[in-house]
Every structure is written in structure tokens, then in C-alpha cells.
């Protein structure tokens, strides 16, 4: 069964801070990691897409990398409307993707 | 920019009563799903459809769901006789069939409140 495992549950940065979100997975032939925002009340939005260890991308403030075990995704000098729950999930046999439980960032002034 | 929408936003129903929940996908996309969130908890999986009929389904899918493409732009989720704990938030997903590329785009969510 696939799992994943967010950390920390919760993290409060002073804007320009920078800090990293964990991600870390069990799953039988990955076939895609992905990372998603969320804001309160709304679905999730689709930021990343990793398919091999080594792997990076990038967006504005936000970089994401891979390795076999877990994915970080980097948040670079944060600004508080970078403020969001960060969902991290995995897709290994079939098309499902299996959710961890996020980490709600929080960006203040 | 294409987006999933979802309709409606909330729905209060009763106990046992039946709810249909609809969406419309990116267009031309042909794989979609249907996930749900409970209040505090992680997103899951329900169901994934393609072509027409379903491709994968959770333990939670059981018989009181259903999943519908009645015509060429809507996906509907059917709860037959709510229960209590069918409340959450309810998210639709569409994806690209294309090589290699399996990024999932979701709705806003319709909120289900069984009372």
C-alpha cells in the first residue's frame, strides 16, 4: 500500500525566510510525485510534477526535488501570500493518487 | 486558462436521502476522478473513470456510489442514501491521456453536509 508522510505538520515563517517542507514515500514503482496548494475551503492546485530520483523543478519562490525515499519542496524568501497547506502525493500502480496529510505553512509580515 | 468546475458549492441533504454531485472536466481531457476530504483529514481517493466506465475504485467506493458521464462535458457522483459520515468535501479531477504525462487538475470542491 502506498503511504506517504508529511513534515512538520505546521510551520510559521517571517516573510523572506526561507525553509524546506518534507515529503517522504512508500510506494511500489512510482510513477509521479506531486505537489499541490491548498488554500482553506478550496481543491487543490497542481504545482509539481517529479517522475525520477534527482529530479528538480521550479516556480517563482517555490523548488521541488526528488530522491528515492522523499521529496522536498523548497520555499525561497516567502512572501505571506505563499501562506497554504502544501499536499505532497504519490502515484505508483494505476492512475490514484495517494495524499499525505500536508504541512500548513503560515508567512508573516 | 481551462478549470475544473464543480456544482454546486454546498449541499445540505438528510440522512438517507440521495445527493448527485456534478462536475465538468477540462475539455479535452479523458481521464477523471472523484476524491473526497474529510474536515481535518487527507484528501482520498473514491474512483477514476475512463472511456466510459470506471478504471480503479477505493474500499470507500462501495455500492452506495455511483459514477456517471451522462453526456459529452459532465461527470456526476451519485450517493445513493446518505449517511452521516459521508460528509466532506467532494473534489473532481481530470487528467490528459498523453505519454508520460499524469498531472491531475482538480475542482473547487462541493461540501456535503448530511444532517
Known sequence: ?109 | EPEVTQTPSHQVTQMGQEVILRCVPISNHLYFYWYRQILGQKVEFLVSFYNNEISEKSEIFDDQFSVERPDGSNFTLKIRSTKLEDSAMYFCASSEVRLAVYEQYFGPGTRLTVT
Open chain 1, 1 to 109: 500500500e502506498d503511504q506517504v508522510t508529511q513534515s512538520p505538520e505546521a510551520l510559521r515563517l517571517q516573510e523572506g525566510e526561507s525553509s524546506s517542507l518534507n515529503c517522504s514515500y512508500t510506494v511500489s514503482g512510482l510513477r509521479g510525485l506531486f505537489w499541490y496548494r491548498q488554500d482553506p475551503g478550496k481543491g487543490p492546485e497542481f504545482l509539481f510534477t517529479l517522475y525520477s530520483a534527482g529530479e528538480e523543478k521550479e516556480k517563482e519562490r517555490l523548488k521541488a526535488t526528488l530522491t528515492k525515499k522523499e521529496s522536498f519542496l523548497h520555499i525561497t524568501a516567502p512572501k505571506p501570500e505563499d501562506s497554504a497547506t502544501y499536499l505532497c502525493a504519490v502515484r505508483g500502480g494505476g492512475n490514484k493518487l495517494t495524499f499525505g496529510t500536508g504541512t500548513q505553512l503560515k508567512v508573516e509580515l
